[in-house]
C-alpha cells in the first residue's frame, strides 16, 4: 500500500477522531468531566471538546425541578392520623458534586422529601398545621435543605398541598369554630350594650344639668309619636311651663301642691 494512501488514512481516521470529540451543551446543561476517571472541569454551556477515550462528560440539568410528592399517611404530635401531600421545587447547584456525590439524584431528592415531610407532620400539632402552614412549610425546608445541599442540590421551595384529616376531627372542627363565632358575637353585643349605658349616662347628665331640656326631650318625643301614629295623644302641662308662662306676662303666681 502506498505510503500516501497511509497517512490519508491515518489524517481521516484522526479527523474523525477529533469531530466526534466535539460535544454542545444547551444554556441549562453542564457537562460534568471525568479524565480516565478522575473529576475535571465542568463544561458548557455551548460547545466543548472531549479527547476521545479518555474523557467523559457527564450531561446535569440545572433547571428548577417540579415534584409531586406521594400522598403519606402519619400522625400529628397530638395523636391525630393525617394524609398529607406536598410539591417540591429543587435544582442542580453544584452540577459536579450531584454527580459525585449521590446516585440518582432525583430519585434521592424526592426520597428525602417524603421522609422529611412524615418528620416535620410527627413534631407539629394538628393546630399548627390548619393555622399556621407557613411554618410547617420553613420547617420542612430546613429538614430537606440538611440533607440536599451535601449534595450539591438546592431545595427552592417546599409546600404542603393537602391536608386529609379524619371526618369525626372535622366536625370538631366545625363546632370548635361555631363556638368561638359565637363568643365573639356575645362580647360584641356586650361591648355595644356598654357602650350604649355610658351613652344614655351621658345624655342624662346633661339633661339633668340644664332645665327645661328634660321637657324640651319629652315634647319632642311626642311629636315622633304623632307622626308615626294616627292617634290622639293626651299630655299634661307641666306646672314649671305655667310658671314660666305666668312670669313673662307679669301676672299672678300660680299655686301648685
Not at 404530635?77 to 459536579?96: E, H, S
Not at 326631650?217 to 290622639?232: C, D, F, K, P
Request: proline letters at 3%; a neutral charge; zero cysteines.
Amino acid at each position: 500500500m502506498p505510503l500516501g494512501n497511509i497517512v490519508l488514512v491515518v489524517l481521516s481516521v484522526a479527523l474523525v477522531l477529533v469531530l466526534t470529540g466535539f460535544r454542545i451543551n444547551q444554556e441549562y446543561e453542564r457537562g460534568v468531566l471525568f479524565r480516565l476517571g478522575r473529576l475535571g472541569a465542568t463544561k458548557g454551556p455551548g460547545l466543548f471538546w472531549l479527547i476521545p477515550f479518555i474523557d467523559r462528560a457527564v450531561k446535569v440539568d440545572t433547571r428548577t425541578i417540579t415534584v409531586l410528592l406521594d400522598t403519606q399517611e402519619t400522625i400529628t404530635r397530638d395523636g391525630v392520623a393525617v394524609r398529607v401531600n406536598a410539591v417540591l421545587w429543587f435544582r442542580a447547584l453544584d452540577p459536579a458534586r450531584v454527580v459525585t456525590s449521590v446516585q440518582a439524584w432525583k430519585a434521592a431528592v424526592v426520597q428525602a422529601a417524603e421522609t422529611a415531610m412524615r418528620d416535620a407532620i410527627g413534631q407539629s400539632d394538628l393546630d399548627a398545621m390548619l393555622k399556621d402552614r407557613i411554618l410547617i412549610n420553613q420547617r420542612l425546608r430546613e429538614l430537606l435543605a440538611a440533607a440536599a445541599t451535601r449534595w450539591g442540590i438546592e431545595i427552592e421551595a417546599v409546600e404542603i398541598k393537602d391536608l386529609d384529616i379524619p371526618e369525626q376531627m372535622q366536625r370538631a372542627i366545625a363546632r370548635e369554630a361555631e363556638a368561638i363565632r359565637e363568643k365573639r358575637a356575645r362580647i360584641i353585643k356586650a361591648e355595644g350594650e356598654y357602650e350604649a349605658a355610658q351613652q344614655l349616662a351621658e345624655a342624662a347628665r346633661l339633661i339633668s344639668s340644664a332645665p327645661g331640656a328634660l321637657e324640651l326631650r319629652r315634647l319632642q318625643t311626642l311629636a315622633e309619636i304623632g307622626v308615626e301614629h294616627n292617634s290622639t295623644i293626651v299630655a299634661m302641662m307641666p306646672v314649671e311651663l305655667l310658671h314660666a308662662a305666668q312670669k313673662i306676662a307679669g301676672g299672678p303666681k300660680l299655686e301648685s301642691d
